[in-house]
DNA sequence: AGCTTGTCTTGACTCATTCAAGATTACGCG
DNA sequence: CGCGTAATCTTGAATGAGTCAAGACAAGCT
């Protein structure tokens, strides 16, 4: 799912410079789905130790604005990175527990891009975060589907 | 826009107290769209100067988890409410401002609830974020539709 | 009016994220 | 292959939204 050749490729084609913090950080993103900044250092750190967590913050940054990855932050939660990017798909979140997973557009390709009064603005995206319950959380509520009330 | 009154009966069928600081807030909500914490406060203290900032966040609080009001979050945005609730409406977000519009969805009552593949997750929101350019600032940007290259 | 419980004040604190200055490193060039 | 320069990283401190906690106060019931 990516090796480092491929990272570096990656980011030259971006026009940036290949380093290690850069390359450890795209490791660490096709690994984990979603993590957020705490978690990518930690993943990180243990390929390169002694990284500094402003270079994590960097690169995401830097990795984020050139398009390489894609930063998420629902309400309620740190920011969230992923490298799936380029597809438009979209996410759930679980109320209870904040996993998260993808969902990809029941619309297509550019879903729900027609807003029906859009105020004068040019809208180039739109996300859509559905909130809800993740199989566990729901199970853990609701064990059998016969105690509703 | 709603009274004090208004406001009051508002508390008091979902159970709440009436307490000055709520009221300023609702009142404060009223005028503001998509108010941060920060501009909430200081139009509470406009009308109450002696408010402290903890009650206005846990009035904030208590009212978005009765439902009288709704916080948004947009990513790289601080918290921010709106006293619209229970109808159901989107975002339009400016990349350049931050000014943040009201959509009504294109796509009726529940619109985009049907994710393709929802993961076995229990959906029960959709949460639109349209981002794109204000009208202030796209017109900022190409100031006549001419000098696109 | 008095009681009880929820709410507000005050003030300290957390923690994700950013800022700043100087040391290092990537990489184009000779 | 080694240099120079600009970008990047390290270190360490600062910012700021939001939270926590203890005690004072007040809403609403009786």
Redesign the pocket.
Known sequence: MGSDADFAERL?ATG???????LAVLAALSELAHA???GIIGAVRRELP??????V???L??LTDAGLVRRIQPTGS??RYESRVGDNHHHVVCRLCGEIADVDCALGDAPCLTASDDSGFLIDEAEVIYWGLCPDCATARTPTSTDLT
């Open positions: 030259r940036l410079r290949v380093t290690k913090p850069r957020d900044t705490d002694s990284v500094s967590h402003q270079a913050y960097d690169s940054r830097t740190v920011a």
